[in-house]
């Protein structure tokens, strides 16, 4: 018989999705805020349960669905690095909701907060989903449900140029979804398979015999650039500075700390479970997905230095953050995707608190979000200003901070590839680039202003935003000791990732 603990994914899935359709029917946008911080933290736990059964035997499991059979059943594949990834993910989606809850409550319409959660909550099910996924077609419609809640959460904020970022962000998700649909379909065409073990072998003895290799080659840059469209892969990248930036508070945290990592994870599986590095690294795939990673490394720090706008500025320094990732993964060994995984952790705690924090302190100065007119507004409210100054010294890369580990880890990936001197001076380039526009940045909200116009400000303030947010604080606070944890007890993380990827690979 089955152990109980080999249910709680799947459980955990179907939790997210029972939540939203009970939010949907719910007519207190309040009720529904709590339902939803409560039961994504019943998630995190059944999670940990799961990564400490998996770690702790060092063992995945398959949890098989529906009447079929392998190789056309439906079915979940766990291991520790998933079952890290869902805890991780779904501990952030709560932090992001309590971080950016003032915001939430004033930006959207009473009446829309029930399907302002009823999205998250598929969200969440989709970022489960993609995690867990042993299926990709499975992976492809919970890449659509994505889509439509990513999107809902954009448009939430309800203005004009909200609605036209929306369209714009549905018009290239639309775009990356269809090319991995179609390479889908022609892998299907030449494997006949879906389930990933099956494809895996199918794939495995097309690339020894040889046959198909232009179809094979097709399908795999088909599928690996739909993802990288979707999560903001330079240089298709232009959709994300107005969705994130224009977003309220706890959307844009979600939106760059987790939606782009649910792609990027089923990249890395499909990656290491199905095509494998070495069919990568041969097709050429490798090369191109960290040519496109170096480049927006540098070209999307550039981006941040010329904002102003807070917001914007910290989404042009995902598409930089982002770049690291695919760099790693660019690498082709298995010490990159270990540094990948990593800093997709790194980066989903650090993005959702300085959203949250520059959410924060654009509220205590009247709502305004140039950083011109930020000027001293973490003297206005502490936490904030703690929380934005700890997650741009990780961004840096500033050692006790989880990025200096992340940037040394993909530093030593780079090491034994003959790609060394190309990865460690774009990696410094790019480290230099990031304290070029965070460093001002925490400069403008420490710098106290004139007395006049910090008088002018607090005119502009409403006295609610002023006021004591034990909620953010509380969100900030628990951001923050994930930073440091990262930063300083990395060990057993690394652990964990490096026991998940070897799993994955058997």
């Known amino acids: 018989m089955r152990p109980f603990v080999e249910n709680l994914p799947f459980l955990c899935i179907f939790l997210a999705i029972l939540t939203g359709i009970v939010s949907a029917v719910i007519p207190r946008g309040r ?82 907060l029930r399907l302002y959660f009823t999205m998250v909550n598929l969200l969440e099910a989709s970022l489960l989903a993609l995690v867990y996924t ?5 992976g492809y419609v919970f890449i659509e449900i994505s889509t439509i809640a990513a999107c809902a959460l954009v448009m939430a904020k309800d203005n004009g ?6 369209i714009r962000y549905l018009f ?59 999560s903001a892969m330079f240089p298709f990248h232009l959709w994300l500075p107005d969705a994130h930036g224009g977003a309220t508070t706890a959307s844009s945290a979600m939106l760059s700390g987790l939606v782009l990592k649910g792609y990027i994870v089923l990249m890395i599986t499909m990656m290491m479970r199905v095509f ?8 050429g795939v490798t090369n191109v997905i960290l040519a496109f990673g170096l480049l927006g490394m540098i070209l999307g720090s550039l981006e941040a230095m010329r904002e102003y706008h807070v917001k914007r500025m910290l989404a042009y320094s995902s598409v930089a953050q982002i770049g690291y990732i695919f760099m790693g993964l660019g690498l082709g060994t298995t010490a990159g995707v270990v540094a990948s995984c990593f800093h997709i952790l790194v980066h989903a705690c650090c993005k959702p608190l300085l959203f949250c924090c520059a959410g924060r302190l654009s509220a205590v100065s009247g709502h305004h979000k140039s950083l011109k007119n930020l000027r001293g507004s973490a003297y206005r409210d502490v936490s904030a200003g703690l929380g934005f100054t700890v997650g741009a010294l990780s961004m840096i890369g500033i050692p006790l901070f989880g990025g200096f580990v992340s940037k040394l880890y993909l530093a030593n990936a780079a090491l034994p590839t003959n790609r060394t001197v ?81 799993l994955m690979g058997t």
């Open 31 to 112: 009720v529904c805020y709590w339902m939803t911080v409560t039961v994504a933290g019943i998630i995190a736990v059944l999670s940990a349960v799961v990564l400490q059964y998996t770690y702790g035997g060092n063992l995945s499991f398959t949890y098989s669905m529906g009447r079929f059979a392998a190789p056309y059943g439906n079915a979940i594949q766990c291991g520790p690095l998933q079952a890290l990834l869902a805890m991780v993910f779904s501990v952030v989606l709560a932090l992001a909701l309590a971080g950016g809850k003032r915001d939430l409550f004033h930006d959207v319409l009473p009446g829309k």
């Open 276 to 283: 494998s590095m070495e069919l990568m690294g041969e097709l």
């Open 161 to 166: 140029p909200n609605l036209i970022a929306t």
């Open 172 to 230: 290239m998700s639309l775009l990356g979804s269809g090319l991995f649909l179609i390479g889908l379909t022609l892998l299907n065409s030449i494997t006949g398979y879906l389930l990933m073990p099956s494809l895996a072998q199918a794939v495995a003895e097309l690339a020894e015999s040889g046959d198909y290799r232009i179809p094979l080659t097709v399908a795999v840059g088909l599928i690996i650039g739909g993802l990288g469209i979707k």
């Open 134 to 138: 042993n299926d990709v077609f499975t």
């Open 422 to 502: 190309l990865a460690l001076v774009t990696l410094a380039l790019s480290t230099v680039l990031n304290a070029l526009y965070y460093v001002p940045a925490l400069l403008a909200i420490w710098v106290r202003p004139p007395a006049e116009a910090e008088q002018h400000v607090l005119e502009d303030t409403r006295p609610e935003d002023l006021a004591f947010d034990r909620s953010f604080t509380t969100a900030a606070v628990a951001l923050m000791a994930g930073i440091f944890a990262l930063g300083i007890f990395y060990h057993p993380i690394t652990d964990v990732i490096e026991a998940g990827i070897a």
